[in-house]
């Protein structure tokens, strides 16, 4: 197969995963998360869209502050350097507190990763507790816990149904991993630098010659293997980090249009409303209006 068609094959299959999750979501009511710290999924992260944090909004808050969110990132590592000894699908508590399903990813038998299921607590004060040591800890005053704490579950699901649900979608996992293992194309460095640099600086002016410095290597360069291993731009890949993360803001915050186009990225909103409209179909005021009128049909249900 040749590079590109390697590429679109395995997106492909982790696009279909994506989607599945999705379903799974709304078929159970659950939130789904996929994690792994081998850099060969970081070229996937726009595939995989969501699935790479929690979307509950007590993880949302945690994240909303750069050190918590290291911490978070060191402890998924953790989980995943553990599963050897603990390779079972089980309910565990993350570093601050909140119960959450692990089920892993293996490859060959090696762990690469896992899936989990997570937003519930069976103890809020508990929960409270750890968190609130996590805080002090990191020096971070985090104000607004109550109400992303007051909307954790406190049933769990049945860990069977879970195991079920899910141990195709990470059998599927196993199997793409083996296939990129063998083809080093797909996860060259500098394809992995870009896609990281990108995804770590996309509210920053970004462009070709500035990724180019920072990688050491040529222009023509950059473009040339970005759009051999992915099949698109760089500037295209830009601009669906960018609206990826905004769509997050528009349904997530109240923030007026013109400063959540320049958090994500674009200093003209003129022009942001129109790559958003061009990825997504319609305008970032029409997206978080559809969002909040389904929200709004949710809660009277």
């Known amino acids: 197969m040749t590079d590109k068609s390697d590429y679109s094959f395995i997106s492909k299959i982790l696009t279909d995963l994506a989607a599945n999750f999705e379903q799974l979501e709304r078929d159970y009511n659950l939130s789904i998360s996929f994690h792994a710290t081998n850099r060969f999924f970081s070229p996937f992260r726009v595939q995989l869209g969501k699935f790479n944090d929690h979307a509950i909004p007590f993880c949302k808050l945690i994240k909303s502050s750069q050190p918590l969110w290291d911490k978070c990132i060191r402890c998924?590592?953790?989980?995943?350097?553990?599963l050897s000894r603990n390779?079972?699908?089980?309910?565990?508590?993350?570093?601050f507190g909140v119960e959450e399903f692990i089920l892993p990813i293996f490859s060959e038998g090696v762990a690469v990763g896992f899936i989990s299921v997570t937003g519930y607590t069976r103890d809020r004060e508990e929960t409270r507790r750890i968190a609130q040591y996590r805080?002090?800890?990191?020096?971070?005053?985090?104000?607004?816990?109550?109400?992303?704490?007051?909307?954790?579950k406190t049933t769990l699901p049945d860990p069977e149904l879970l195991r079920r649900l899910l141990t195709p979608a990470a059998d599927l996992v196993g199997f793409v991993y083996i296939r990129a293992k063998y083809r080093p194309h797909l996860t060259s460095f500098s394809y992995n630098g870009i896609v990281s640099f990108i995804n770590a600086n996309y509210m920053s002016p970004l462009s070709v010659p500035i990724i180019a410095d920072y990688a050491h290597y040529s222009v023509s360069y950059i473009n040339h293997i970005f759009k051999k291993t992915s099949g698109r731009s760089v500037s295209a890949y830009i601009n669906e980090v960018r609206v990826r993360h905004a769509k997050e803001l528009l349904t997530t915050t109240a923030l007026p249009i013109k400063e959540i186009a320049a958090r994500v990225g674009f200093d003209d909103t003129n022009y942001f409303a129109s790559i958003f409209k061009k990825l997504t179909g319609v305008t970032p005021s029409g997206y978080r209006h559809l969002h909040m009128n389904a929200s709004a049909a949710e809660n009277k249900t």
């Open 76 to 82: 998924q590592r953790m989980v995943v350097g553990s």
């Open 135 to 152: 805080l002090n800890q990191a020096g971070v005053e985090l104000p607004g816990l109550e109400d992303p704490l007051a909307l954790l």
């Open 87 to 95: 390779p079972t699908p089980h309910f565990g508590t993350c570093c």
